[in-house]
């Protein structure tokens, strides 16, 4: 496993729900741009032109939330090769005091941008975010 890569959020108004705080939805979109940022920093620029992912599926727990104007760091990492044509993908939101109060496993599949076809992950686009690059 490479080091995780890491974004921080920030609670705007249009993420907040009836309740006070960001609403699950959001949770979602911002996995999805944890996961997507991550692929556009890692991985080689012709394996970026080359191939696009689409989520297969989505495990979250949510063990705390935050209201509007906080801050959380999200990092992700990837921690077994891939099967087939996905591999999962682990992602934590970390409130400032340090608690995970979201983490998810994440299943992505890739395809051939070109083709819009599933396709077995090469292991030379997935040794970086191994560390095996």
């Known amino acids: 496993m490479s080091q995780p890569f890491t974004r921080d959020f920030t609670a705007s108004p249009e993420d907040i729900d009836e309740l006070g705080h960001v609403n699950n939805a959001v949770w979602v979109r911002w996995i999805q741009d944890m996961a997507t940022a991550h692929w556009s920093a890692t991985a080689a620029r012709e394996h970026v032109d080359a191939f696009i992912w689409v989520v ?8 705390g939330n935050v209201a509007l104007g906080e801050t959380v760091t999200g990092r992700t990492w990837i921690e077994k090769p891939p099967r087939g044509a996905t ?22 599949a890739m395809l051939d941008r070109a083709t819009g076809r ?16």
């Open 56 to 63: 297969t599926r989505h495990e979250i727990d949510y063990r």
């Open 118 to 133: 599933l396709m077995r992950v090469p292991m030379e686009v997935a040794a970086p975010f191994l560390g095996l690059a």
């Open 87 to 108: 591999f999962d993908r682990r992602v934590e939101f970390v409130n400032d005091s340090g608690k995970v109060i979201v983490s998810a496993n994440t299943t992505w």
